[in-house]
Every structure is written in structure tokens, then in C-alpha cells.
């Protein structure tokens, strides 16, 4: 059984008489461990799919399961205590907290969690190495770089070790060279503390760093084969 | 997460501060309404109210206009269930309702000391007893004349000597200036020779007040002036009748300072959420529950209402307790005094009024559509 699996999934918006239907009985299975990465033209669905998996948003019809908990199958309360242990979201705007410092907006998942202070303490100081910001715990957002702050929002979504991290566009609103210290990061933290990643990009360069990499087109998942060369923007 | 609040609180201090602030004067007054209300329970309700009876002139009001022979004090003491019979006469500088009422109380300076619960602070009792001109003077009148012992303190025809201070667990009974029943008598513009203003008549143990009241009004209709006996407390709540109506009026404006802290702390606590509706998107998304957000709010909320409303509540209890306050007519005082109950009473309402006070908001927040909110700018 895949670490992620969804049946059957289709969800629409009503916007005044308008109908869009972004995903229709889509499917699609992710493995523990995988690094993927998927585009798509812009309306396609992306972020909602990434809002379905989290749990944030609802299906009209199918099922997703994460880890073998039926996630379309819990009530909000309950999924947010799933999301607290299994889940990490990675904004495009890394959405700190803005009145708690780097190290206080890291911890805030573990406050979810039963830990002790020191292995609390312990967790928050490996997310922050990990993501090389032992150094600005003690700043503010206001007071971080925007690659610095996409970078505590990382190691906000890694910290409670959760099953899978979802991402979307992380890179999309920072600098060439910024963006290419993130792509490393989450390379990373795929191959070395083994995290299941989705994430969603504009940009097929940082799709390139993905181990598989998927295109949503019009309702349906195309795999591109990892070998193709890739156009250069 | 305590942390989380008390952060968003500081980083809007101003708007923090000035909610704050205007918790804090609302309870203030809230307070000092409570203490009025208090002050007139007590009067009515209290221990002594019960125990004791005020013989009265039929339909006379103001003590200066009631005179009564001294000797019927003879005739009360022999009714069934009488213990002791004090004859007093009053004095006062101001008939009607004032906050700077001067009492006077001119009796026998033994049986004050045996029927009243009073204790001196200053000073000694043989003083008092020895001279004729001497007084013991109210806690709360001595405060707010700045009176101390050794003292001439003159007012209109009088003028006495202070041979000491006292405190009662009466609070009324501090707004009192207690004489000899002699000096007062004699007291220029009085005439009082063998007058008094009224009989205070102490109940036996087991003796219903209102039959003895019946029937020493019996027994005295024979004499030369008809009298009234009420219960002490019914006595004081009549000669207050106007000041009672006022503070009936008083008590609404405790609920509109209820009314006030409420809508202030509601204004702010829902400007602070609608301004951060996408941080509790996203800390429901990192998985934060529902109810925790909305216990977050609440506790915002609880917080600005309770640092204001112990603020508000301690600095009227301070006030209360320097001040020495009191609203008297009539020869009747209303003691101003603070209280551990008005204390318990006002937290307990800053903390129900902040639970209250967030409760909209916080639902707001528990239930805050997450996509939308993040999409939000
Ligand atoms: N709350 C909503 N109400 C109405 N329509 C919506 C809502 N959310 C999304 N949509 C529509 O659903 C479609 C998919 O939106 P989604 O945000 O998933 O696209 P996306 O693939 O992430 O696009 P982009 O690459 O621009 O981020 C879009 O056409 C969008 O307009
Ligand atoms: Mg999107």
C-alpha cells in the first residue's frame, strides 16, 4: 500500500453559475520516500490537491488516505491533531508567526506533541541546524531575509517528523540563488532524514530535483520520465 | 502558548493599554457602586439592624425635630424583653443628603463603651468619661476632617475635645462623633434639658423586635409625645428612603459599566482576530485544534479583562479604604467601605466578562475557512 493513495477524487467550485472542476476522478498513489515533484499550467488544481491531502480543504467525492488513515474520513478537530503528528506544510509564503521568533514559531508543532522539555528543545534545535539557522533563533521574521524565513518555515514543517511534507511553490517567490539553497534543503532532508515530499513548482528546474516528477493537465497525472532533458527558461 | 497571546497582545500595546485602561475605570466605578450598595445592605441587613430598636417622634424625620422626655428611657426598660435602653441625642450639620454629614451621638459615655462595638485607636475611655466636653471620634469622619486626638474640633455651635479615635466593625458606626448625652443637652441653640432625640433599645436574646416595638409605642402614647419604634436597620433604611431610591439608580450604573467593559473588550479582541485570521489558518493547518484556537482568543480576551478589571477593582478598594467615604441624611450615615467581597466580586466579573467578551471572536477564529484564509494577501 502506497504512503499515499487517492481514489477517485474529484472536487469543483461554484463560483456564482459557474462550475470548475479542477480535479475529476483523479488518482494517485506516492511511496514513503519519494521526492515528487509536480507542475501543471496555473488553475489546474495543484494547491487543491495539496489542500485535499492536508486535510485543510474537503473532497466532494473519492477518498484519500495518508499512512493508512482515511484523511477524507475525519472531522476537523481530528484532523487537525492527524496533521500535528503526520503532516508538513510548506507555504509559498512561509506564513510566520510574525509576533514569535525563529525559534519559537519551530517549536510551535512540538507544543502539539508529548514531548518532554529537553527532547522538545532537542527536535527544535535539529530542524533549525538542518536548515542552517541555529544562528537566528532569536530573531524575529521582520528581522530574516526572505530565503531565511522560507527556511523556518521548512523547519517548522519538518520538526514534528511527519510522514509527509507537502509544498507549494516554496521556491516561487524567492531569488535565483535563494531558491537554489532551498532545492538543496529539500533534497536533503528527502535523502538524508528520508522525508515523503510533495511539491508543487512553476519551475522545471526545481522540478528537475524531484525523484519523480508529475504534470497535472487537465484533470489527468502525467509522469514525465526523470531522464527527459529538461528546457532551460 | 500563553506566550503566543501575551506576544500579540504586546505588539498592539497601545490598543492593549487603552482597552486596558478603560476596563480598569469601568470596574473601577463598578466597585465603587458595589461598595455603596454594600454599605446600605449592611445598614439594613446587618447584625445590629435586627437586634436593636429605634424609638422615634412619631412622623418627625429629621433628628433636630424629634424630642422626646429623657425619662422614658424608665418606662422602655420595663417592657418585656428589653435588655437596656440607651437615650440618645443626635446632632448633625446637615439634615439632608450629603458626602460631608457630621453626626453627632450624645449619651451616656458607659453604656456607649458596654452597647456599641467600638474599639478606641486612640486614646482612652477614662478620658472620655471624665470630661464633660470630650469625644471619641469615627475612623472615617477623623480621616476626612483630619482629625486626631488632643484636638478642639468646632462645628456650628460646637466644640469639642478629642480624647480618642475608634473603629467598628460597624462600618456606620465610623462616621459617628460620640459626646456626652450632657454636653449635647446643653449645647447652645439645642434647649435639650431633659430631652433626648431618640431611644436605642437593646433586645434580649429571644425577644421578637416588633412586638416590643408595639409595645412600647402602647406604653408611651399615654405621654405627653407619641413615638414610633422600628427595628434599627428599618429605622435607618426609612431616614435613607431618598438616598436608597438614588442608589437603586446607582446600580444601573454598575451594569452599564458592566455593558461598557464588554463592548470595549469585544471591539478590541475582534479587531485583533479579523486582523489575523490567516495566522489562525495557519495555525489550525500546522495543527492546532479548533477549540484551542478558540481557547487562544478567549484567553486574549480573559486576559485584557482581568489585568483591567484588578487594576480597576484595587484602585477603588485603595480609594475606598484612604477615603473614608460616606453619604449620610438625616442623622443616618452609609458607610463607603472596601471589602473582600466586593475584591472576589470583582474578579470574578473581569474574568466572566473577558470569557464573554471573546466568545464571538473566538468562534470566529475556531471556525475560520483555512484555504480562504491563506489565500488572503
Ligand atoms: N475557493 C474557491 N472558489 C472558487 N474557485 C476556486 C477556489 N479555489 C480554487 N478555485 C479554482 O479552482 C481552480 C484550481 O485552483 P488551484 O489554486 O488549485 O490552482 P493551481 O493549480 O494551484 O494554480 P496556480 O498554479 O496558479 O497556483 C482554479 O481555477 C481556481 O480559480
Ligand atoms: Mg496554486
Redo the contacts with the bound molecule.
Keep these: 500500500m502506497a504512503l499515499v493513495e487517492l481514489r477517485n477524487v474529484c472536487k469543483s467550485?461554484t463560483?456564482g453559475d459557474q462550475t470548475?472542476t479542477?480535479l475529476d476522478h483523479v488518482d494517485l498513489d506516492i511511496e514513503a520516500g519519494e521526492f515528487v515533484s509536480l507542475m501543471?499550467p496555473?488553475?489546474?488544481?495543484?494547491?487543491?490537491?495539496l489542500n485535499l491531502i492536508s486535510g485543510i480543504d474537503r473532497v466532494d467525492e473519492g477518498s484519500i488516505s495518508v499512512g493508512g488513515v482515511g484523511v477524507t474520513e475525519l472531522s476537523r478537530g481530528k484532523l487537525a491533531d492527524w496533521r500535528a503528528r503526520n503532516l508538513g506544510y510548506i507555504f509559498q509564503t512561509h506564513n510566520l508567526i510574525p509576533v514569535l521568533t525563529t525559534y519559537e514559531n519551530v517549536e510551535l508543532p512540538t507544543l502539539l506533541l508529548r514531548l518532554s522539555s529537553a527532547q522538545r528543545r532537542q527536535r527544535v534545535e535539529l530542524a533549525l541546524e538542518a536548515v542552517g539557522l541555529t544562528d537566528r533563533s532569536n530573531h524575529y521574521p521582520s528581522q530574516l531575509s526572505g530565503g531565511q524565513e522560507q527556511r523556518v518555515g521548512i523547519a517548522r514543517a519538518i520538526v514534528a517528523h511527519p510522514q509527509v511534507v507537502v509544498a507549494d511553490?516554496p521556491t516561487g517567490s524567492l531569488d535565483t540563488k535563494t531558491s537554489e539553497q532551498i532545492q538543496v534543503l529539500l533534497q536533503r532532508l528527502n535523502q538524508e532524514l528520508d522525508i515523503t515530499l510533495l511539491m508543487?513548482t512553476?519551475d522545471a528546474e526545481v522540478a528537475a530535483i524531484a525523484s519523480r516528477r508529475l504534470l497535472?493537465d487537465e484533470g489527468k497525472f502525467v509522469e514525465q520520465n526523470v531522464d527527459t532533458p529538461l528546457k532551460k527558461s | 502558548m500563553i506566550k503566543y497571546v501575551i506576544k500579540t497582545l504586546w505588539r498592539h500595546r497601545t490598543r492593549t493599554f487603552l482597552t486596558v485602561s478603560g476596563a480598569a475605570v469601568a470596574m473601577f466605578v463598578f466597585c465603587f457602586v458595589g461598595s455603596v450598595q454594600e454599605g446600605l445592605n449592611r445598614l439594613s441587613n446587618g447584625e445590629d439592624a435586627n437586634r436593636s430598636l429605634i424609638v422615634f417622634q412619631e412622623n418627625r424625620f429629621c433628628p433636630t425635630s424629634s424630642r422626646l422626655p429623657q425619662d422614658y428611657a424608665n418606662q422602655i426598660g420595663k417592657i418585656d424583653g428589653v435588655a437596656e435602653v440607651m437615650p440618645i441625642q443626635v446632632w448633625t450639620n446637615n439634615c439632608r443628603a450629603s458626602l460631608d454629614i457630621v453626626v453627632f451621638n450624645g449619651a451616656d459615655p458607659e453604656k456607649i463603651q458596654q452597647n456599641r462595638p467600638l474599639q478606641l485607636v486612640e486614646g482612652n475611655w477614662q478620658e472620655f468619661e471624665s470630661r464633660r466636653d470630650a469625644a471619641i471620634v469615627g475612623k472615617n469622619v477623623a480621616t476626612r476632617r483630619g482629625i486626631s486626638r488632643g484636638d478642639q474640633f468646632s462645628i456650628g455651635n460646637i466644640s469639642v475635645n478629642v480624647a480618642g479615635i475608634f473603629e467598628s466593625n460597624v462600618p456606620a458606626e465610623e462616621n459617628l462623633i460620640y459626646t456626652n448625652l450632657n454636653f449635647l443637652q446643653y449645647t447652645q441653640g439645642l434647649d435639650s434639658a431633659g430631652l433626648v432625640t431618640q431611644h436605642e433599645v437593646m433586645l434580649q436574646n429571644n425577644a421578637d423586635p416588633d412586638r416590643v416595638a408595639r409595645e412600647i409605642d402602647q406604653a408611651l402614647r399615654a405621654g405627653p409625645v407619641a413615638t414610633t419604634t422600628r427595628r434599627k436597620g428599618a429605622f435607618q433604611a426609612s431616614t435613607l428612603a431618598d438616598l436608597v431610591d438614588l442608589i437603586g439608580f446607582a446600580h444601573w450604573l454598575g451594569f452599564a459599566c458592566v455593558g461598557l467593559v464588554l463592548t470595549l473588550v469585544a471591539t478590541t479582541t475582534v479587531m485583533s482576530v479579523e486582523d489575523r485570521m490567516k495566522e489562525y489558518a495557519v495555525l489550525q493547518t500546522i495543527g492546532i485544534r479548533p477549540l484551542r484556537t478558540l481557547r487562544l482568543v478567549l484567553t486574549e480576551s480573559t486576559l485584557l479583562c482581568l489585568v483591567g478589571g484588578v487594576a480597576g477593582t484595587g484602585l477603588a478598594l485603595l480609594a475606598l479604604s484612604l477615603g473614608g467615604f460616606a453619604i449620610g441624611a438625616e442623622g443616618s450615615t452609609i458607610a463607603f467601605r472596601p471589602s473582600f467581597d466586593l475584591l472576589v466580586y470583582g474578579v470574578v466579573v473581569s474574568l466572566g466578562l473577558g470569557v464573554v467578551s471573546g466568545l464571538v471572536p473566538a468562534i470566529q477564529a475556531a471556525r475560520v475557512p483555512i484555504?480562504?484564509a491563506l489565500n488572503q494577501p
Design positions: 467550485f463560483k470548475i479542477p501543471g496555473s488553475g489546474t488544481g495543484k494547491s487543491t490537491l511553490e508543487v512553476h497535472l | 484555504v480562504k
